[in-house]
C-alpha cells in the first residue's frame, strides 16, 4: 500500500529551466510535508516542507505548493542548476500523537538530472 | 555532513548470520530513527527510538530488533538473516519525538550472500 508515490521515476532538464517534481498521496491524516535530496552515497538531506494549512512555502530557488483537495504537492526548483542533479523523495507525516509521532512516510523518489 | 554517523559503511554477510549496525546521532538529538531503503524501493520507516524508549514502529520484522543506549547511541539488530534482506539501512535523528525534519546518515549497505 504506497500511500505516498512518485509516479516519474525521472526527470531531465536543461540548466536555467524549471524543474517540477509531483508527488501525489493518500492517507488524508497526513498533515506535514517534506522533500529531501539525496546524492549517491550519502543519506537523504532535508530540503523544504510545508503544512497542510499554508498552499505554498517558498525557500530561495525552492517552492513546494500543496492541494489538499487532490492531495498532490509538488515541487519547484528555478532556476536549475546541474548541482541540483540528485534523487527527490517526497516524504508526509500526520500529526504526532498517538503512534504516528515523527514517523515519515516516503515516496519512491525522482531522479532528476539537470544538464549543462 | 549531518552530524549522524553510522558504522559499518558496507557489511557484507552470509545467509543465517547476525549483524549490528549502529548509529550515533547529532550531538543534542534525543530521537533516533531507522529506514529501510531496498533496491526498487523508497525508505521504508522501521522504528523509532526516543530518549531510550521506543517510540513508534513500522513493518519491522520480527527478526530485527533495535535499542537506544543512555548516550543516545542506537544499535540495529538483523538476524536469521535473508538475501532479501540486502537493502541500505538508514538511521535518522531529530531534536524531540515529534520532529518532522530529521537529519539522516550515510547509510550502511548490507549485503547477504
Known amino acids: 500500500d504506497q500511500q505516498v508515490k512518485q509516479n516519474s521515476p525521472s526527470l531531465s532538464v536543461q540548466e536555467g529551466r524549471i524543474s517540477i517534481l509531483n508527488c501525489d498521496y493518500t492517507n488524508s491524516m497526513f498533515d506535514y510535508f517534506l522533500w529531501y535530496k539525496k546524492y549517491p552515497a550519502e543519506g537523504p538531506t532535508f530540503l523544504i516542507s510545508?503544512?497542510?494549512?499554508?498552499d505554498k512555502n517558498e525557500d530561495g530557488r525552492f517552492t513546494v505548493f500543496l492541494n489538499k483537495s487532490a492531495k498532490h504537492l509538488s515541487l519547484h526548483i528555478v532556476p536549475s542548476q546541474p548541482g541540483d542533479s540528485a534523487v527527490y523523495f517526497c516524504?508526509?507525516?500526520?500529526?504526532?500523537?498517538?503512534?504516528?509521532?515523527?514517523?515519515?512516510?516516503f515516496g519512491q523518489g525522482t531522479i532528476l538530472t539537470v544538464h549543462p | 555532513d549531518s552530524g549522524v554517523t553510522q558504522t559499518p559503511k558496507h557489511l557484507i554477510t552470509a545467509t543465517g548470520q547476525r549483524v549490528t549496525l549502529r548509529c550515533s546521532p547529532r550531538s543534542g538529538d534525543l530521537s533516533v530513527y531507522w529506514y529501510q531503503q531496498s533496491l526498487d524501493q523508497g525508505l521504508q520507516f522501521l522504528i523509532q527510538?526516543?530518549?531510550?524508549?521506543?517510540?513508534a514502529k513500522g513493518n519491522i520484522l520480527e527478526r530485527f530488533s533495535a535499542q537506544q543506549f543512555p548516550d543516545l547511541h542506537s544499535e540495529l539488530n538483523l538476524s536469521s538473516l535473508e538475501l532479501g534482506d540486502s537493502a541500505l539501512y538508514f538511521c535518522a535523528s531529530s531534536v524531540t519525538g515529534e520532529s518532522y525534519e530529521q537529519y539522516f546518515g550515510p547509510g550502511t549497505r548490507l549485503t547477504v550472500t
Open positions: 527510538y526516543y530518549n531510550g524508549e521506543e517510540r
Open positions: 510545508i503544512s497542510s494549512i499554508k
Open positions: 516524504a508526509a507525516s500526520a500529526t504526532p500523537g498517538g503512534t504516528s509521532y515523527g514517523k515519515l512516510t
